[in-house]
């Protein structure tokens, strides 16, 4: 198993930055892909962010291309998401998610996840 816990979230106004961390704890870091998710108020989880093992593949979805950006470290055994030009539409709780399986942008495909990191973006 890998335990997940997620920081840097906050408030910050439109057109702002923010980096992200998750930190993983338990079994081999560099053996699971990683990916971060959002959650708005009465919305379904989204996919934003994808790494794979090594850190030299990476997938976004088409609501934050261009301006996020998903890294890892293995030796801090640590996903970051750099999130640029941020919006109000980006207001939600995010989330990293581990699985061994590869990539995936379905919520259910993961096995592990962090409690979450608000973000909210003021106009």
Do not use: H
Not at 64 to 69: C, E, H, N, Q, S
Not at 71 to 99: E, F, G, I
Request: proline content about 2%; glycine content about 12%.
């Amino acid at each position: 198993q890998v335990q997940l816990v997620e920081s840097g979230g906050g408030l910050v106004q439109a057109g702002g930055s923010l980096r992200l961390s998750c930190a993983a704890s338990g079994r081999t870091f560099s053996l699971y892909y990683m990916s971060w998710f959002r959650q708005a108020p009465g919305k379904e989880r989204e996919f934003i962010a994808f790494v794979n093992r090594s850190g030299g593949s990476t997938y976004y979805g088409d609501s934050v291309k261009g301006r996020f950006t998903i890294s890892r470290d293995n030796a801090k055994n640590t996903v970051y998401l750099q999130m640029n030009s941020l919006s109000p539409d980006d207001t939600a709780v995010y989330y990293c998610a581990a699985d061994v399986d590869g990539f995936s942008y379905r919520a259910g495909d993961y096995d592990y996840w962090g409690q979450g990191t608000q973000v909210t973006v003021s106009s």
